[in-house]
Each structure stands twice: as C-alpha cells, then as structure tokens.
C-alpha cells in the first residue's frame, strides 16, 4: 500500500525532498495510529484491573491477610459509611459529568488508571469499615459506569482519529480515501 | 451499529442515567437497611428494658415460680424465638424453652463474647454491640440483644439477698425477636425501588430519544434523501426542519441552487457544441 504511494511519487517525477517528507508524514501517522491503538488498549487494561479488584472485593479482601492492631491503630478509625456513600455519590456525579463534557468537546483526554485507584479507595474504606459486602453492588455499578462510559468514548474518539490518520495514508499513497 | 449517530446520543444518556440510578438505589437501600436493623435493636433495646423492670418486684422477693410465668408467657408471643436469663456464671436459669434450664452457656458462644472478650469482662456494652444476628436452629433468621441485669441498691440491701454491693451485674437476659418481618419488609422495598427505577429510566431515557427522534433524526433522515436525490438530478422542496436544521436546509438550498445552475449552464454549452 505503501510502496504503491511511493511508486506513483516517483512516476510523477517528485523531487527527493517532498519524497522524504511525504516518507516522514507517513511514518508520524503510523505512529499516531499505533498511539491511538495503545490508548484504547490502555483503557481496556484499566478495566480489566478494576474487574480483577472487584473478584477480590467480593469476597471481602478474605485471601490477603488482615492488619495487625498496630497497624490499625495507627491508620486510625475509619470515616461512617454514610460519608463514604456521599463521597462515592459525588464522585460518580462528578466523573459522568466530566466524560459527558469531553465528549461533547471530542477531548481525547481519559483518566481510566485514575479511576481504578478511586474505585479501589472506595472498596478499601468500605472494608476497613466492615460494611463492604452491602455496598459492593455501588461500588461496582459505580466502576462500570464510569469505565463502560469512557472507553465508549474513547472508542469512538480512537476510531474517528485513526480513520483520519487512514485518510492521510490513503493521500500520501495518492489513492482515494476509503480504498 | 454502535457509531451511528443514534446510539452516540442514546448510548451515553442510558449508560450515565442508568448507572446514577443504580448506585443511588443501592446506597439508599443500604442506609435504609440499617437504618431498619438499628430500629429493630433499639426497639428489642427497650423490651429488654421493660423486662428487666416488670420483672424486677418478683427477682427482689426471690419469686421464681412467678418470674418462670413471666418468661414463659412472653416467648409465646408472636415473633418472640427465644427468652431467657442466665447467672453471672452464665447458667440458663429461667427461659421459654423448658429444656434449657440448667444449661451452662459457652462464654465464647455469640451475645457472650462481647463483653467476655478481655480478661476483666465488660459491664456496659452499646445497645449496636448487645445486638447479633443469627439462624437458629429451626432455620429462623433470628436478632438477638442481651441486656445485663444490674445491682441496684434494692438488691443488695434487702434482708434476703446474698449480693454484695460491689457485684455490679447480676444475670442477664437474653431475647431473641424473628427477623421475618424486616426481611419482608425489606424485599417490598427493594421490589418498589427496581420498579421506581425502572420508571425513571424508561421516562428518561425514552423522553431524550423521542425527542432527538423528532428534531433532529427524522430531519437529518429527510435532509439525507434530499441530497441523495438531487445527487441523482431530481428536483424537490427542501424538507421541514427545526432551527438548526433549518439553517443547514437553507445552505443546502444554495448549494443545490448552484449546482442546478452549473448543469443547465452545461447543458447549454454541450448543445451549443
């Protein structure tokens, strides 16, 4: 496909320099298609990390071992649950809001890591208050809302980008777009 | 399918509502539910209490076939599982059950283990931390209190006691009340919350598409005919639209205008050959 783009460069009697830059715009939009394939593929490990969490949540965190007293007493007492739900309430609002917001401005912009380490902030307090096996169910709707919402958008966003990037190789290779 | 513009605006409406709804269904059942429980144990609190009192006259004048009575009769009332009042050494001394008496309680065993969990066993205890739930052994979802029984000065100065003043519990009683009751009352409120969930999504979520249907889909669609055709050279009004789609008609109309034009112009020049 490629090659062909040169070919036709070449049998149109392109100076050596445009061919070199034609060379390079080509091998930044490679590049920029691998970029956008990673980042959705990044989101996608988010997703899988924060399923892998929830596995253990569900059973109450039984198969790590617990903290000594020490350790607890030092961390101190944990918040009421009735503040953790408020947080987690807000926060959800927050975060739907803010995936709404990029995709109406068509940001490509994604925080899926950052999430797993709030939703894991949230089963870990929920835990260490001892009411995690009746709030799970929040967290985890929670988590698959927000990361079904964003890796919806980012699917999107990553599938207009790279059917751009596509575009501009169709051009470099001096065929039509969509071929 | 899921990148037509459709599923672009329904999808993301659905997925946020629904997930809102849903996380605030939960958090509010569970609040609720223990709100529920709290009420339950305060409640079994308080006929502990009330217990205690009523039968306080018969313990100070060492009335035991009266306080067997007492007891007996409130396990027979409904929803009551099981009553009962141990010694300090934990000796099941009076209970609806008749073949428990006598019985020696295991200080590990639930409703113990609260207060006998240090060397030197608690004497007051949080009215949350006297509470257990637990399935007896009919199978029964069972909310238990134990309510220590303490020395009042009228038990250690009536002439007939042994108790010395510085016991400061005597026994305690334990009752059990069935948990049926909130279990039930606890799935009508879940099924009501699915069902006012439900409601709300399906108002939302069918409110937003049947109204992008009509203002924006259903032009877009004409629009798209519109400019097929004239693609295909047919000639036709410009189709109904809302402002916005209105302006793009409008742009449309120039266009096609235009391009009507050039055809004729064409035309001319071919026949003119």
Redesign the interface.
């Known amino acids: 496909m490629e090659e062909r783009g040169v070919n036709h460069l070449e049998a149109e009697g392109v100076a050596p320099d445009f061919r070199e830059k034609h060379d390079r715009l080509r091998r930044e939009t490679l590049a920029n298609i691998r970029k956008l394939q990673r980042k959705f593929t990044i989101e996608l490990l988010a997703a899988a990390l924060f399923l892998l969490l929830s596995i253990a949540a569900l059973s109450d965190f039984a198969f790590f071992p617990s903290f000594n007293e020490n350790i607890r007493a030092v961390l101190g007492s944990p918040p009421s649950?009735?503040m953790i739900?408020s947080v987690?309430?807000l926060y959800?609002?927050s975060a739907?809001l803010l995936?709404?917001s990029r995709?109406m401005s068509g940001s490509g912009k994604y925080g899926g890591i950052g999430h797993v380490g709030y939703l894991a902030g949230f089963y870990f307090f929920y835990h260490f208050s001892g009411?995690l096996p009746?709030?799970f169910?929040?967290v985890f709707?929670?988590g698959?809302?927000?990361l079904?919402?964003e890796g919806?958008?980012l699917?999107?966003y990553c599938?207009e980008e790279i059917e751009r990037e596509r575009e501009v190789l169709a051009f470099l290779a001096g065929r039509p777009a969509g071929q | 399918m899921?990148?037509s513009l459709t599923a672009?605006a329904i999808?993301?409406v659905t997925?946020?509502v629904?997930?809102?709804v849903?996380?605030?269904c939960?958090?509010l059942y569970?609040?609720m539910?223990?709100d529920m429980i709290n009420d339950v144990i305060r409640y079994e609190t308080n006929l502990a209490q009330t217990i205690v009192k009523s039968t306080r006259y018969a313990m100070r004048h060492d009335d035991r076939e009266s306080l067997g009575n007492i007891i007996n009769n409130i396990g027979t009332q409904e929803g009551v599982e099981h009553v009962r009042i141990f010694n300090k050494r934990g000796l099941i001394m009076f209970s609806s059950t008749p073949g428990e008496v006598g019985k020696l309680l295991d200080k590990n065993a639930a409703g113990c283990i609260e207060c006998h969990r240090g060397p030197v066993p608690a004497a007051t205890l949080g009215d949350m931390q006297q509470a257990r739930r637990f399935f007896d052994e009919k199978g029964k979802d069972v909310i238990a209190i134990t309510a220590p029984i303490y020395n009042e000065p009228a038990c250690y100065q009536a002439a007939c006691h042994v108790h010395k003043a510085e016991q400061k519990i005597l026994g305690t009683l334990d009752i059990g009340l069935s948990a049926a009751p909130l279990v039930n009352n606890l799935a009508v409120m879940r099924n009501q919350m699915v069902i006012f969930s439900v409601m709300v999504l399906l108002v939302t979520i069918g409110g937003v598409a049947a109204l992008l249907r009509r203002y924006v889909f259903i032009p877009l669609k004409l629009l798209v005919e519109f400019t097929e055709r004239t693609i295909q050279g047919i000639d036709q009004e410009i189709p109904p639209g809302g402002t916005e789609i209105e302006k793009l008609s409008g742009n449309i109309r120039s266009i096609v205008r235009e391009l009507n034009s050039i055809r004729r112009e064409n035309a001319k020049w071919k026949k003119g050959e």
């Open positions: 649950v009735n739900s987690l309430l959800i609002f739907i995936i709404l995709m009411k009746e709030n169910w929040a709707a929670a698959a809302t927000v079904g919402l919806y958008h699917w999107i599938s | 899921f990148k672009r999808i993301p997925v946020s629904t997930g809102f849903i996380v605030c939960i958090l569970a609040i539910k223990t």
